[in-house]
């Protein structure tokens, strides 16, 4: 591959920079930035405005272009002017609230035994200061590739991604879109997400006992399964004697159209109502070809790691992208030296491993160099 040729400058470039890396990691992870209401001109809250400000101070310190979105987010490029293609990255600033019995200070950004520890070290911001420094290691070294490349950094994206909505609206749509919030070695697809309530005018104890056992839909039309999609998930997620909540999780292979139309059916046959209070479309790129194949093959020849391509039940901002996937940054099955429970994306001690993070960096190098080959032989 052609990115093997500036082995030698990555190398040198992760040596310099890992220690400053680290702390700004830990600097912005202090910054309890939990969304919130609008305070002033501060859309999501003073903390996520100042985690937003750390982000564009560091980037132009750093000699690339930062501009603030009306506080929705930030966009971070290497280049002032546009060019013809254009690469977004793309992670966020806000996290959410921490939970569970913490041995370490939440919002203490402490490094320990190889691990930054503290709310949103692996999601998002120690991804997120990765990417920075992807762009950075461009300016740094003079290695121009020709694309338009961009770091979008968010700072709504744990409540409803409104905030690289709006962005992309006024921005435009990227030619590819890589989000790093997921794990290695590449996300190419999300379930769709409907979270509805059903209600009905008598105790339906005995309803809602059965539906939390079809953990797949099933009765309510939603089920699929294929080794391509994934498979259907349907939780309860709160119920009295007249009402439940559910969060249905189903592969794109169903219209979110029809599973909504399905649902809809069930509770008209049952004497109830439904309310859908939560909607978002999933996606799915295939691995086999294009952008997706490269950074797939880019990540086995580079680790020699053989793990396959996933879809997530979970939401990031890949969805919201015309076409683009996840790239990183987590080590997927990482076992971490914390009690159970302890260690993971919003749970207690959040902690992102140094090493992999370093990893993570050099991916998004190679990851923006071969891209770059990868348009340029398009074209």
């Not at 139309?261 to 999933?282: R, T």
Request: aromatic share 12%; net charge negative; glycine share 8%.
């Amino acid at each position: 591959m052609m990115a093997r040729r500036y082995d030698k400058e990555i190398r040198e470039f992760l040596k310099v920079y890992q220690e400053e890396l680290i702390e700004n990691v830990c600097q912005l992870v202090r910054i309890p930035s939990v969304a919130g209401e609008k305070e002033g001109t501060h859309r999501y809250g003073v903390e996520c405005a100042k985690a937003l400000e750390f982000c564009m101070r560091l980037a132009k310190e750093k000699g690339l272009y930062a501009e603030n979105f009306d506080d929705y987010g930030v966009e971070i490029r290497l280049y002032e002017k546009p060019r013809k293609k254009r690469l977004l990255l793309a992670a966020h600033t806000d996290v959410v609230p921490p939970s569970g019995e913490n041995t370490y200070p939440p919002f203490g950004g402490t490094v320990d035994r190889g691990y930054i520890i503290g709310r949103g070290s692996v999601d998002d911001k120690g991804p997120l200061m990765a990417l920075l420094y992807a762009l950075f290691f461009f300016k740094e070294t003079g290695i121009s590739p020709e694309c338009d490349l961009r770091l979008f950094v968010g700072a709504h994206e744990e409540v409803d991604r409104k905030d690289i909505e709006y962005y992309l609206k006024k921005a435009g749509q990227p030619d590819f879109g890589i989000a790093a919030d997921d794990d290695f070695p590449i996300t190419n697809g999300e379930k769709h997400i409907l979270w509805f309530r059903l209600k009905a005018e008598r105790s339906c104890m005995d309803l809602w006992q059965e539906l939390e056992a079809d953990s797949q839909g099933i009765q309510f039309g939603i089920h699929s399964r294929s080794k391509r999609y994934g498979e259907s998930r349907c939780k309860l997620r709160a119920k009295n004697e007249r009402w439940a909540e559910f969060d249905a999780r189903f592969p794109v292979s169903i219209p979110i159209a029809r599973g909504k139309e399905n649902i809809e059916k069930f509770a008209g046959e049952h004497a109830m109502q439904v309310e859908f209070l939560k909607e978002e479309e999933g996606y799915y790129i295939s691995e086999k070809d294009g952008i997706p194949n490269l950074l797939l093959r880019l990540y086995r020849e580079e680790t020699g790691c053989e793990d396959a391509a996933y879809i997530m039940e979970g939401s990031t901002y890949a969805r919201k992208f015309q076409i683009g996937c996840g790239y990183g940054a987590g080590k997927r099955n990482e076992k971490k030296p914390f009690p159970y429970g302890a260690g993971a994306a919003h749970g207690p001690d959040e902690a992102q491993n140094i090493d992999v993070l370093m990893q993570a960096l050099k991916m998004y190098i190679l990851a923006v160099m071969e891209i770059d080959e990868y348009w340029k032989r398009q074209s």
